[in-house]
């Protein structure tokens, strides 16, 4: 069965420094998103792509976060000088038309130190 | 705005007995509900989703779901609970006037005691 692989799964990094995560969605999923979840909250949503560009993100997705479809298959999650409260889980899914379910990744537990 | 609510934090039930998990939408425009479990560490996996036609959806292991308009529901439920059930319940709601994004509920945390 398809599903949606993320790299890593689990992440440290120090405050300060640029992460990227990455994301392989399902292969014929033309939508994606990236959402996140700090430990013991609900999952929110940070930010779709379709056709190459942002469709629709969130107030979370400051001018610190980004996202890229660099070759067609991957797509990441940059997040260019990360603080303490950006240690969360962070989801990738990707869904195949608009309007349908959406398959989750297994997810990228990022520490912040 | 668009939220979810899931009333129960916490649901403790016994091993072979019934589980209704509550979920209440509040949305402006015609919703597509989903219910997705989680367990510890792990991703999120799709139990069930409804979209349109029939009000009562059947999902994997042996959980449904009932959408009721009226009462702005999606209560999930399964008759016989395993305790491979145990996992933490998310309710999800999305619309297209609304560009896909799901909004989450705060989650049900699910024990089965033996």
């Known amino acids: 069965e398809p599903e949606v692989t993320q790299t890593p799964s689990h992440q440290v990094t120090q405050m300060g420094q640029e992460v990227i995560l990455r994301c392989v969605p399902i292969?014929?999923?033309?939508?994606f998103y990236w959402y996140r979840q700090i430990l013991g909250q609900k999952v929110e949503f940070l930010v779709s792509?379709?056709?190459?560009?942002?469709?629709?993100k969130s107030e979370i997705f400051d001018d610190q976060f980004s996202v890229e479809r660099p070759d067609g298959s991957n797509f990441t999650l940059k997040i260019r000088s990360t603080k303490l409260e950006d240690s969360a889980m962070y989801f990738c899914?990707?869904?195949?038309?608009?309007?349908?379910?959406?398959?989750f990744g297994q997810g990228t537990r990022l520490t912040v130190v | 705005a668009q939220s979810v609510t899931q009333p129960d934090i916490h649901i403790t039930v016994s091993e072979g007995a019934s589980l209704e998990l509550r979920c209440n939408y509040s949305?402006?425009?015609?919703?597509?509900l989903f219910w997705y479990v989680q367990s510890p560490g792990q991703g999120l996996q799709l139990l069930l989703k409804?979209?349109?036609?029939?009000?009562l959806v059947q999902g994997i292991k042996g959980f449904e779901a009932e959408f009721k308009r009226s009462q702005s529901s999606f209560n999930l439920r399964k008759p016989s609970v395993h305790w491979s059930d145990a996992a933490e319940y998310f309710c999800a709601v999305g619309a297209k006037e609304y560009g896909n994004k799901l909004v989450f509920g705060a989650g049900t945390i699910l024990r089965v005691k033996s």
């Open positions: 409804y979209f349109s036609g029939d009000t």
């Open positions: 792509f379709y056709n190459n560009e942002i469709s629709e």
């Open positions: 949305y402006g425009a015609t919703p597509y």
């Open positions: 899914a990707s869904s195949e038309v608009e309007g349908t379910e959406a398959f």
């Open positions: 292969s014929n999923h033309l939508y």
